[in-house]
């Protein structure tokens, strides 16, 4: 699985970029997105972006908040968390995830259920 990074603790309103690390990919409609899990919950989507459109979906628990992006020459997914809030408190994993026949990225993840650690960001107040 790919190798997630950059979590922390923050207060509210604040601001985190998480990193994933990810294999070059292997076929055109490749998409990556960025999951989480709170406490005692089941694990949400919170963003995707296609490799080769650069189009993007967002939870809408996010949208205008969380921006998500990719560096091609490094194969590495980024996820820029602004005005961070108590409820964004989660671990959060990256996986690939299905493409629509055009391209654009859905919600759904790709990888089996297989997860790797994630990584921890916590909003303190």
């Known amino acids: 699985p790919p190798i997630e990074s950059g979590g922390g603790l923050v207060q509210a309103g604040g601001s985190l970029r998480l990193s994933c690390e990810a294999s070059?990919?292997?076929?055109?409609?490749?998409?990556m997105g960025w999951f989480r899990q709170a406490p005692g919950k089941e694990r949400e989507f919170v963003a995707s972006?296609?490799?080769?459109?650069?189009?993007?979906y967002y939870a809408d628990s996010v949208k205008g908040r969380f921006s998500i992006s990719v560096d091609l020459v490094k194969n590495t997914m980024y996820l820029q968390m602004n005005s961070l809030k108590n409820e964004d408190t989660a671990v959060y994993y990256c996986a690939t995830v299905y493409a629509y026949y055009s391209g654009s990225p859905t919600s759904s993840p790709k990888n089996g259920d297989h997860w790797g650690q994630g990584t921890q960001v916590i909003v303190s107040s």
């Open positions: 972006i296609s490799w080769r459109l650069g189009s993007t």
């Open positions: 070059a990919p292997t076929y055109s409609n490749y998409a």
